[in-house]
């Protein structure tokens, strides 16, 4: 009887002594002085560009050249875009998403790969900026010193300065690193290239990786900076200041989707149900017309989803569907099929309908300053909805998608014809003026205004890949709100904001495109020159940790996890 009492005591001794030894176990393989956490800071940067080798994610480099202004500091004097797709098999190589030098066709890449190159700008010197040293980053070629701990986000790093050792060759990297303490990857980079000359000039950038899964850091976004408006450096050198970003996403896009739906479980009854009543279960041809336009848009919805250039359904597909329900309700309206919103990747300012979906670019939802300004624009594009305004069913064939990746915006335009713009302004007019936002027109309109004062700078920007310009859509503005006189002019609020930077509303995921929106403190008073409409800024990320996902683990799944994880 006393050994049985005993034998749980030494089975609880036991229990104890192995969670004790545990974590020294753990201690015991962490690196233990700064000399071998720098060699496993090397050999795992050494790892990262093998591994990139095997992901060809999308690319997009937005840069908006600056000039001195009085009242604000810097204001921006025209801009240049580029999207491609990265092939990092073959290192900085990139593929645009447009069709050159071919006659006859709309060249709806903004300013074009060839306009892109000039004495200034190169896109895969931007593409270049993803990585810290492709070939040499050893302690050959660098010294590297440790700082201090740090915090970006929920993430804690070590903090490194890294200078190229003497003769160790141009196009070196020096500045600062920032590495995850767990599994010792840099998951941030700031500094330059070492080694300008007359004919080559390296730029200031901050590089930024994102945790996409267990052991894996992945290239997400670059800041780049160079000169200032008001240096004399700048100015001699013969270039004018600027800012870029570029933002990269659909590391693993394509068969996600299709993989989570075959792999679904599904249970089927022994004893099917087989409905014998009487009910009406055949189509009329007017079911049939709408059948057919529903599935001319779903493929072309899916086909933009498989390229990454539309984000999957998720959270900000739910906000604007918010907002499309209160016009319809507040209008009476019972739309047949429902009306569907997605978001386009891109930054570029633009919004459509394909049939009754309706589509915001990511660049414009991040801009606008509030949710009156978005139901301007949707109501708009729901004024096409209600209207019945065509779109090309022949996508409802197949065949009709099997097309070249770079051929995605020739083949595509959902553009409008004047008379129909005019329509839907018309009925989008209606629509606010019976809708609980008919009273808040002044952030609206003081957008409409801010946009049209800067549209001779950021032609690239309002220019769209596949719809019309969001200044075609915001002519509604100028007579939606019954409430507001015409001839009154907007004048802002205190602290209000007229648009916001780049960047301001909505965060990527870079592995499987989901968005979901920023959830950030508010910024107290602004100056004017903090204000910055539709200007291109520095990024702070919140770096977070998540689970380990497999190739066939449902992105759906990832971005729960993410959102679960995050912090507000």
């Known amino acids: 009887m006393r050994r049985l009492k005993i034998l749980p005591a030494i089975l609880m001794l036991l229990a104890i002594l192995i969670l004790l030894t545990m974590p020294i176990a753990a201690a015991a393989q962490q690196p233990t002085t700064v000399s071998e956490v720098v060699d496993k800071v090397v ?24 000039r001195a202004d009085k009242q ?5 004097d025209g801009d240049k875009y580029f999207l491609g797709r990265a ?52 302690r050959q070629h660098y010294k590297i010193e440790y700082v201090r701990r740090e915090f970006l986000g929920e993430v804690r790093c070590l903090v490194f300065d890294v200078d190229p050792l003497p003769k160790s060759g141009k196009g070196r990297f020096v500045g600062r690193i920032w590495v995850e303490d767990q599994d010792f990857h840099i998951v941030r980079f700031n500094g330059a290239y070492g080694g300008s000359s007359m004919t080559s000039h390296y730029f200031n950038f901050d590089s930024w990786r994102v ?49 989570q739906e075959l792999s679904k479980i599904l249970v089927e009854g022994a004893n099917p149900v087989n409905d014998q009543s009487e009910a009406a279960n055949d189509y009329s041809p007017f079911q049939a017309e709408r059948a057919w336009a529903r599935q001319a848009e ?25 907002v499309i329900n209160n016009l319809e309700v507040t209008n009476n309206l019972d739309i047949q099929p429902e009306v569907h ?32 300004s978005l139901a301007a624009i ?28 770079k051929e995605t915006f020739w083949h595509f335009d959902f553009a409008r014809t004047p008379e129909e713009e005019e ?85 990527v995921d870079p592995w499987n495109d989901h968005l979901r929106m920023l959830k950030s403190k508010p910024a107290g008073t602004l100056a004017e020159s903090e204000r910055m409409p539709f200007e291109v800024t520095p990024v702070l990320l919140y770096l977070t940790r998540q689970g380990e996902h497999t190739s066939t683990e449902a992105a759906s799944a990832v971005a729960a996890k993410s959102d679960s994880e995050t912090k507000p």
């Not at 290192?91 to 306009?115: F, M, N, R, T, Y």
């Not at 570029?348 to 915001?360: C, D, K, N």
């Open 87 to 138: 092939e990092l098999a073959k290192d900085v190589e990139l593929e645009p998403l447009e069709l050159e030098h071919s006659a006859g066709i709309k060249h709806k890449v903004l300013g074009g790969w060839s306009s892109f190159f000039s004495t200034e700008f190169l896109p895969r010197g931007f593409l270049q900026m993803i990585f810290l040293d492709m070939n040499g980053f050893d």
């Open 298 to 322: 779903e493929n072309i919805t899916e086909r933009l989803e498989r390229q990454g250039l539309i984000a999957p359904r998720g959270e900000v597909d739910k906000v604007l569907e918010t």
């Open 211 to 259: 945790n996409t899964g267990k052991d894996q850091w992945l290239p997400a976004f670059v800041y780049c900076e160079q000169g200032s408006v008001r240096d004399a450096q700048t100015r001699r050198m013969g270039f004018k200041a600027f800012r870029a970003q570029t933002r990269l996403w659909g590391y693993n896009i394509g068969n996600v989707q299709g993989e």
């Open 43 to 66: 050999r795992q940067e050494q790892a990262e560009v093998q591994l990139l080798r095997q992901y060809s994610p999308l690319v997009e480099t937005y840069i908006q050249n600056r």
């Open 423 to 507: 329509a839907a302004k018309q009925k989008g007019n209606e629509l606010l003026s019976n809708s609980p936002y008919k009273e808040q027109s002044i952030p609206a309109k003081l957008f409409l205004q801010a946009l049209t004062s800067r549209a001779k700078e950021i032609p690239n920007l309002i220019s769209p890949h596949l719809g019309d310009s969001v200044s075609t859509s915001l002519t509604v503005v100028a007579s939606a709100f019954s409430a507001q006189p015409s001839s009154a002019e907007p004048k802002p609020p205190p602290n209000g904001i007229a648009a916001l930077p780049l960047g301001g509303r909505i965060k």
């Open 378 to 405: 949707l109501a708009h594009e729901l004024g096409h909805v209600v209207l019945g305004h065509h779109m090309d069913t022949q996508f409802a064939f197949f065949d009709s998608l099997r097309f070249k990746e």
């Open 341 to 372: 919103c997605r978001v386009l990747m891109t930054s570029t300012l633009e919004s459509f309908s394909i049939g009754h979906t309706i589509v915001l670019s990511r660049g414009l939802i991040d801009v606008l300053p509030d949710e009156a």
């Open 72 to 76: 604000v500091g810097a204001v921006p």
